[in-house]
């Protein structure tokens, strides 16, 4: 698949033309998996709360399917409230910006923060590519901005969470983005510390708080 020209625009394209982007990503998803699902652990022992981010996730995931329909994508886009359009929106940007922000994951330009969000961290080729140094800087503030929208929805979408759990919910993405990370990119453990991912590093994600 050719990859996408970086514009600085941000996700500004219209969400029709995106969705049917990312339709062939999913197409292609489903004849090597079989199926279209999260990177995320099982959720058969996992608490209330851990369920219902897990859920809603799916739920969104699924939704993006639906818009990505060409049938059913007007009618469905109709239906799509602005609020939950932005997170969707969020979803398909994040995807777009996936292959730029692995390989500043792998550069060591980025790394996972305990809050899950991204930590920036200048190095020599930020330093030395300003092309570079300019990409990366904007994948960071779009991932990062996209990432709060969509925790702050997976809160708007289930009646029993209030921005109370906003903090929890950030602790259980913060260790999904861990478990999806490769070894050697840089995470901050739970004290705040810096280190790097290796084999048994990552949180367990249904560990009783």
Known sequence: M?????????PTMNII????????????????????SLKI???????QL????????QAMEGDLVMVASVRG???????ISK??????????NRQFNADDLLEMK???????????????FETERTRNDAEFSELSKRIFEEENRDREIIMKRIIAMN???????????????YMLNVQNSLEGHKIQDESGKWTVKTATSAPAANEKK
């Open 17 to 36: 033309s995106k969705t049917a982007m990312l339709a062939c990503i999913m197409c292609i998803t489903i004849l090597l998996n079989g199926c279209i």
């Open 50 to 57: 851990e369920n219902q981010i897990l859920g809603s996730l």
């Open 41 to 47: 652990v099982s959720v058969d022992q996992k608490t």
């Open 83 to 92: 609020a939950h359009k932005e997170a969707l929106m969020a979803m398909l």
């Open 2 to 10: 050719e990859k996408k020209v970086m514009t600085g625009k941000g």
């Open 159 to 173: 009646d029993k969470l209030t921005m109370k759990e906003y903090p929890q919910v950030k602790k259980m993405m």
């Open 73 to 79: 994508a007007g009618e469905q886009n109709d239906r």
């Open 106 to 120: 792998n550069a060591g330009v980025v790394g996972e923060k305990n809050d899950g969000l991204l930590a920036y």
